[in-house]
């Protein structure tokens, strides 16, 4: 679950923006970079142009000033700065295999996700104190480069989460209505184990909180997601921190308190306990 040679490449290309970005920034000594990858179906150059029309007219990104080149666009927001890196080449087919075996929301990846030929990588860098406000950022640009190329899908690597084109678009034009897109954010795994029941979040941590985990419940699977989608959707919306001795409450009225320890399913990491 790593970042590809990619994404480093891109980063050296964003340090100038970056450090512009820093400066420009009340209060904001280091950013929160948000990267994914959109999947495009063929090596056609992407249309700057009709995409930087599309983020003002279509996704209502409010743009300051933007610069390009033949393979780049970095446009500049009051508190963030984007950028566009076109490449003529697929993503590493290792890693979008592996993501396409998660991707339980895209039935079809399998069959449709390796097919793709070339990439848009797509990053955001604004405030580290608001990374939620990066996250939507995010979604708006990404939709909008959906809507002007030839695409099938979105791979966020950092969590190694894989949507479709169709899913993603649907989940950003819900944003506008105040639902968070959270399922183009954060991957919900969900396991048998033992004849019970296991869940738990990858990418919780990108938005400042430890990540979730149902270790062996004798609730279904179905229930055990639920219970995990419906505490970061109520932390997420209410600007509420989970950590550990935090409580949650479930549909039937149930105080759930957490507790930190030592990642289960996610063993290199020091997670939140959901006994539920």
């Not at 104190?129 to 909008?144: E, F, G, I, N």
């Amino acid at each position: 679950m790593r970042l590809t040679i990619l994404f480093a490449t891109i980063f050296s290309l964003f340090s100038f923006h970056l450090q512009a970005q820093r400066a420009s920034v009340p209060n904001a000594t280091e950013g929160k970079v948000v990267t994914g990858t959109v999947l495009i179906n063929d090596r056609n150059p992407v249309d700057f142009k009709a995409l930087l029309a599309g983020l003002r007219s279509d996704w209502g990104v409010r743009i300051d000033s933007s610069s390009q080149s033949e393979k780049t666009l970095v446009v500049h927001t009051a508190t963030a700065t984007v950028m566009f890196a076109n490449m003529d080449y697929p993503a590493s087919p290792a890693e979008i295999s592996g993501a396409v075996e998660g991707a339980w929301l895209w039935r079809s990846a399998a069959e449709e996700a390796p097919r793709h030929q070339s990439q848009l990588v797509v990053s955001v860098i604004g405030q580290a104190s608001r990374p939620l406000d990066a996250y939507k950022l995010y979604t708006r640009v990404t939709a909008a480069a959906l809507d002007n190329t030839r695409s099938c899908g979105v791979y966020l690597a950092s969590q190694y989460l894989l949507q479709s084109k169709t899913f993603f678009l649907q989940a950003a034009r819900n944003l506008n209505e105040k639902v968070l897109p959270i399922y183009c954010w954060i991957y919900f795994g969900m396991l048998q184990d033992g004849g019970a029941s296991s869940a738990y979040t990858f990418g919780l941590s990108e938005l400042g909180m430890p990540d979730l985990e149902i270790v062996k419940s004798a609730h279904s699977l179905q229930e055990a997601h639920a219970i995990l989608y419906d505490a970061v959707n109520h932390a997420l919306q209410n600007g509420i921190r989970l950590q550990d001795g935090s409580q949650i409450e479930t549909q039937e009225g149930q105080k759930i308190n957490l507790k930190l320890s030592k990642g289960v399913y996610l063993n290199d990491k020091v997670t939140l306990k959901v006994a539920y």
